[in-house]
């Protein structure tokens, strides 16, 4: 099986080489500004010419916005406007010239309701103190050493690397990996590279096939699972908030930059705001790390998954637990198991946003109509089942997995979902009688036959 990987490591990078990398993030930030200059003024052009009642025809011919068309376009000007352009590898102008082709046509596409999602506005100039340093390279000689301890990349040579890429080399020398491309980034003042990678994934299969588990996230625990484990919240952001604070009070404290007055900051500055991002940068990795050996685990153990379609961007809304909603991961945790299930041989289901997984029994299948998130325990009025509200969550999201069938990956309980939560009696109408409940949106799960044995397969 061929899929698409990501290799990432740490470099330690000289004086001369941290020099030589932002120069060419420089370059390409440079094209990059060119090109979405000369396409707004002809934007602005034509729209001006409209007004003036010039015919469609009669306009300022339009230009394509496609990286070819662009790239065309900077060759011919890139004597004027870059008379440098040779110094930097002609990698680093396709860098900002393939960022805005990507920009606006996600721009276009959002605004002609072709792109699904939050709507994309149109694309920014970079600023070099607001613009991450980035340089990818497609072309040229990307290799990494025999020695597995530096990698070269064109016109930047030979670069150390702060941990072995042995990983990668092994599968490169064994002909199951294809390098595709390289980028070179920097995240909380450290330099990274990244080798996107065609790797022939042999085939594999979790350690039980058969067995289902539904996973429930949430903010007290990251993760319960329908067989009773519960996963502890690290809170790594919460438990660095004293020390971010106090380089946050310390950073305000130093002379910083202003636009207005074109003030550079201090060297000061630059110090406590380096010290501000290694500590966020920290956070980060940690937050990383934990998440991906849970999921890991998770698709490297059962042949079935099942989560939430979770609104996190509303969540996100309610100010009281957004920042833990935003440590715990939510998102990621899904991404994660979509690939990480299909790498083992597993399978991903995703329940339909307006499931009631957390409003309906167990055990019975009954559905309470409102449920407060205060509530942490969940009692059944129909056969008196008292059961932590995440756990009884999890196993309804497992039971999903025996009505689904052994069909692939995908979403389940999604036909006929809406945000409204039909009670138990409302149910019961709509079902013909002596019929069991379905366990869609607005019915009841499976009985507890069918739940037990799902979730003694997960066991």
Not at 106 to 128: D, H, L, M, Q
Not at 165 to 186: D, Q, Y
Request: charged share 25%; proline share 5%.
């Amino acid at each position: 099986m061929k899929s698409i990987q990501a290799y990432r490591f740490a470099l330690d990078l000289s004086p001369g080489q941290e020099r030589a990398v932002l120069a060419h993030a420089g370059a390409g930030r440079v094209a990059h500004n060119w090109a979405l200059a000369w396409v707004k003024a002809v934007m602005d052009q034509r729209a001006a010419e409209r007004t003036y009642g010039v015919p469609d025809g009669e306009l300022t011919p339009a230009v394509s916005w496609s990286l070819p068309a662009l790239r065309r376009a900077w060759n011919a000007a890139k004597a004027q406007v870059a008379p440098w352009w040779a110094e930097c590898s002609k990698e680093a102008f396709n860098t900002g010239l393939d960022a805005l082709a990507r920009g606006l046509q996600n721009w276009a596409e959002s605004r002609s309701g072709k792109r699904a999602g939050r709507p994309v506005g149109f694309p920014r100039f970079k600023a070099r103190r607001r613009t991450t340093p980035s340089v990818r390279f497609t072309t040229g000689a990307i290799r990494v050493e025999p020695d597995r301890k530096h990698v070269v990349l064109p016109r930047l040579g030979r670069l150390k690397l702060h941990e072995s890429a042995r990983k990668l080399a092994r599968r490169v020398e064994a002909g199951t990996a294809r390098i595709m491309s390289a980028t070179v980034r920097r995240d909380g003042q450290r330099w990274h590279v990244a080798f996107t990678v065609e790797v022939d994934r042999a085939e594999q299969a979790p350690a039980r096939p058969d067995a289902v588990v539904g996973v429930d996230v949430g903010i007290k625990h990251l993760a319960v699972l329908s067989t009773g484990a519960l996963v502890d919240n690290p809170r790594h952001l919460t438990s660095a908030q004293t020390r971010l604070r106090a380089l946050g009070r310390a950073l305000a404290r130093k002379t910083g930059p202003d636009r207005r007055t074109a003030r550079r900051p201090s060297r000061r500055w630059e110090r406590a705001a380096a010290r501000l991002g290694r500590a966020h940068a920290r956070v980060s990795n940690l937050r990383r790390d934990g998440l991906h050996k849970l999921t890991t685990q998770l698709a490297q153990a059962y042949g079935t998954v099942v989560v939430e379609d979770l609104n996190v961007t509303g969540m996100i809304a309610n100010r009281r637990l957004a920042r833990h909603i935003a440590d715990a991961g939510f998102a990621e945790i899904r991404r994660h198991l979509a690939y990480k299930t299909r790498w083992n041989g597993g399978r991903l289901l995703v329940a339909d946003r307006w499931y009631p997984s957390s409003k309906t029994c167990s055990g019975c299948g009954a559905v309470k109509t409102k449920l407060a998130l205060s509530e942490r325990e969940y009692q059944c009025e129909a056969c008196g089942l008292v059961i932590d509200r995440d756990h009884n969550a999890s196993r309804n999201l497992a039971a999903l997995a025996a009505q689904y069938g052994t069909a692939g990956s995908g979403p389940v309980a999604a036909r006929g979902a809406d945000q409204k939560t039909r009670t138990r009696g409302q149910a019961a109408e709509k079902r013909e009688p002596g019929t069991a409940p379905t366990g869609q949106t607005g019915t009841a799960p499976p009985q507890g036959r069918t739940t037990d044995r799902v979730l003694t397969q997960a066991r």
